[in-house]
């Protein structure tokens, strides 16, 4: 007893808390709604910086870190460039500036996954808090008990939401996740030498063609789960109607908008070419960004047991201008993970839950001004017309 903790969701947060947690012999159980881990596309390729191998190197076995090495995208260049849509660019971040590593995500989630009890099927829909266990209930009927309950589930967190229905009373400070108001729509292609010849700021990593009308394309070089080479590009737009029917996952519709979009306005020839000659099945699912907003209150921990709390997206999504998110989330796991690990026991589920949250905060609200700022500076490069 006083070691069972509840993890809702295997994406990157969750996995890398239970990976620190059952490392130092925590009873753990991720429960993800996916029917297996490849049920959904993982994206493409992940920025980890320094803040984030950190994390993972606190985390991971030194064994399991060194076969991270084999996740890694190789080739690709780890330099920044932004340019306008004719493919001038305005500057360029050279490579090695705290050299962030380029990971395969369907890889990284691989040795993420290793070792750890992970029941798919599994829908949190809600839960309950005696104050002395949490019990968390599943779409199919089922339930688990646990001391701790850990809501990595990701932008449209259902913990975060049943938080102020399950706490009526002495709720702490509960951030808000909001849209962002803008809509990333992408695919690949293979890359071959044709591309590499049409595509030459590519060669140093990854670039931002800042277009007409706040739209964007990120290009940058990757692979497939598969391990074969691709280029892989993102076309962000704000949004005026979030009901238009290229926002659900239907690759036609997608892609016949961005092909639309880049021909009514000035982009560079193999640019577009980049777009026309994407296959519709290589066309990934659309990602609306999100933010978060906090309120003036520091009150820790949100629940008043101590006993749920929040980690990753579900607690700090970001706009991904500065691609700080994931960073920010394996730190998450790092710290809760050490917390719970040093912890006396019995745990003083308050005292640790309180630290943890108030320290996780004020980094995260430092990283989300840092990202919407990016994102003003990147619409700032590029005066509208
Ligand atoms: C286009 C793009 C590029 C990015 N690039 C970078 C980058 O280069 N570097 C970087 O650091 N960050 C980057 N990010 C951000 C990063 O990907 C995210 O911050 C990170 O993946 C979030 O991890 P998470 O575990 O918190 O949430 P998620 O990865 O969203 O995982 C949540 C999991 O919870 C599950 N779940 C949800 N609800 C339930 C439920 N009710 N019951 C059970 N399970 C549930 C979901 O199925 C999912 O598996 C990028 C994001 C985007 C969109």
């Known amino acids: 007893m006083g070691n069972s903790v509840i993890i809702i ?58 076969r991270l090495a084999s996740a890694k995208v190789a080739d690709v260049g780890d330099a920044f460039t932004c340019a306008n849509e004719k493919m001038e660019p305005f500057f360029s971040i050279p490579q090695g500036q705290d050299a962030a590593h380029q990971f395969l995500r369907s890889e990284l989630r691989n040795v993420l996954q290793e070792g750890i009890h992970i029941e798919w099927k599994k829908r949190l829909v809600r839960f309950e808090d005696t104050g002395r266990q949490v019990i968390a209930y599943f779409e199919d009927g089922s339930h688990a008990m646990g001391d701790l309950l850990v809501g990595c589930d990701g932008g449209g ?31 690949q292609i293979d890359r071959t030498p044709e591309w590499e010849r049409l595509l030459p700021l590519n060669k140093t990593g990854m670039v931002r063609f800042l277009g007409p009308n706040s739209h964007y394309l990120g290009v940058c070089f990757s692979e497939r789960a598969d391990r074969s080479p691709t280029v892989f590009w993102a076309f962000l737009e704000e949004i005026k109607d979030p009901n238009a029917p290229w926002y659900q996952f239907d690759q036609g519709r997608i892609l016949k908008h961005c092909k639309e979009l880049m021909k009514n306005e ?30 003036n209150s520091d009150q820790f921990p949100i629940a008043p047991t101590g006993r749920v709390t929040l980690l990753g997206d579900s607690a700090h999504a970001m706009p991904t201008e500065k691609g700080l998110g994931g960073n920010n989330v ?21 005292k640790l839950i309180g630290k943890y949250e108030r320290e996780m905060f004020a980094r995260a609200k430092i990283a989300i001004q840092e990202s919407e700022s990016a994102a003003d500076y990147f619409r700032g490069l590029r005066p509208q017309s």
């Open 266 to 295: 000035p982009w560079h020839e193999n640019l577009k070419k980049l777009v026309h000659d994407t296959p519709v099945e290589a066309i990934m699912p659309p990602w609306l960004t999100r933010t978060t907003q906090f309120p």
């Open 157 to 187: 967190s259902i913990v975060r939401e049943l938080l102020p229905l399950v706490y009526q009373k002495g709720l702490g400070s509960i951030p808000k996740v909001v849209d962002g108001n803008r809509a990333i729509l992408g695919g």
């Open 330 to 350: 394996l730190e998450d796991a790092r710290l809760l993970s050490t917390l719970l690990t040093s912890s006396p026991k019995p745990i003083d589920w308050l």
């Open 9 to 66: 969701g295997a994406g990157l947060g969750g996995l890398a808390l239970a990976q620190g947690l059952v490392r130092a012999s925590f009873n753990v159980t991720v429960f993800e709604r996916d029917e297996s881990p490849t049920s959904r596309a993982q994206g493409y390729r992940i920025s980890i910086r320094s803040m984030g191998m950190n994390a993972l190197t606190a985390i991971l076995s030194p064994e399991k870190m060194s």
